[in-house]
């Protein structure tokens, strides 16, 4: 498994171009850019040239973020505009030469009206990525992290890509686990013991729909083995405060990246800030036998 930098997360004391130079000085081949429109395809493609990186992830247009907007997939005054944001989005994934696009869901109720228009607009866009051989990625998104994200558990996630059947819209698993320890303490406590190997058949039901992967579904081992076909990309960040895996916090990552060697080869994501901008921030890399 392969290792990205996310050029929207990490190296926030430059401007987006600047940080593809940074990335390749740390030895990452390939990049993420989860909110790439702010800068021309054609001038983030040149970048990644100059410096030989590959873009892997994209997100499709999420519309005004500092309005609240979190995606529009699910939002019916918003329909002609998506369609022309699923343009957009292979647009820059056939500049970037990106074969991933995450499509965001948006804020909004979980009910029949919302669901039959989030399966018409995800079955458009599936069908127009896979013209031009992109994988279309969904990631259920916990309603403490963001409150009423429309996808916010993998039964349903899961549910959906069921229901469109196409081969090339996948589910996004995303850091795993988030600020459990702060949100739902007792929770932890049983987490502690998933993560210890024991009780796993029990601690799966107990965790059912609390918190991203390992929030929404229960533990986390259990999660990748049962979605392992369903799963097209990982991004990971430790817990609380969201830097590299092999800092101090809750989650254990050997563990982890052990489950995700038995089940598959996924590249992953780096969602993270970074604690320095030296090698050193990367030794977890080579730790958990990962490659560039």
């Not at 410096?51 to 997100?59: G, T, W």
């Not at 990106?98 to 458009?124: P, Q, W």
């Not at 698993?173 to 029990?202: E, G, N, T, Y």
């Not at 081992?221 to 392992?228: E, F, P, S, V, W």
Request: charged content about 25%; overall charge neutral; proline content about 3%.
């Amino acid at each position: 498994m392969r290792v990205a930098a996310n050029l929207s997360t990490m190296f926030q004391k430059v401007e987006l171009l600047k940080r593809y130079e940074k990335a390749a000085s740390l030895g990452f081949k390939c990049v993420e850019v989860s909110f790439p429109y702010s800068v021309s395809a054609e001038e983030l493609r040149s970048e990644a040239d100059r410096y030989h990186l590959q873009h892997i992830l994209i997100n499709a247009p999420t519309g005004d973020m500092n309005k609240g907007f979190r995606g529009i997939a699910c939002l019916a005054e918003h329909k002609a505009e998506f369609a022309e944001s699923i343009e957009t989005a292979v647009r820059y994934a056939n500049t970037l030469g990106c074969k991933k696009i995450h499509v965001m869901a948006g804020i909004a109720k979980f009910n029949e009206t919302t669901r039959g228009l989030y399966v018409e607009n995800l079955c458009l866009a599936a069908e127009r990525f896979a013209k031009d051989g992109i994988l279309c990625l969904i990631e259920p998104i916990n309603p403490v992290t963001m409150p009423g994200y429309f996808l916010h558990n993998y039964d349903d996630a899961v549910a959906i890509i069921e229901e469109i059947n196409k081969p090339n819209l996948k589910i996004m698993l995303v850091r795993l686990l988030v600020f459990i320890f702060k949100i739902v303490p007792k929770v932890a406590i049983k987490l502690c013991i998933a993560l210890s190997h024991i009780m796993i058949d029990r601690v799966y039901t107990t965790f059912k729909d609390v918190f991203h992967a390992q929030q929404i579904c229960g533990n986390l081992g259990y999660t990748i083995k049962t979605l392992r076909e369903r799963i097209g990309h990982i991004q990971v960040a430790q817990v609380p405060e969201r830097h590299e895996p092999d800092t101090d916090g809750e989650i254990n990552y050997d563990y982890v990246f052990r489950i995700l060697k038995e089940c598959g080869s996924w590249d992953i994501g780096c969602e993270y800030m970074e604690t320095s901008s030296t090698e050193d921030s990367l030794r977890w890399v080579q730790k958990f036998n990962l490659c560039f």
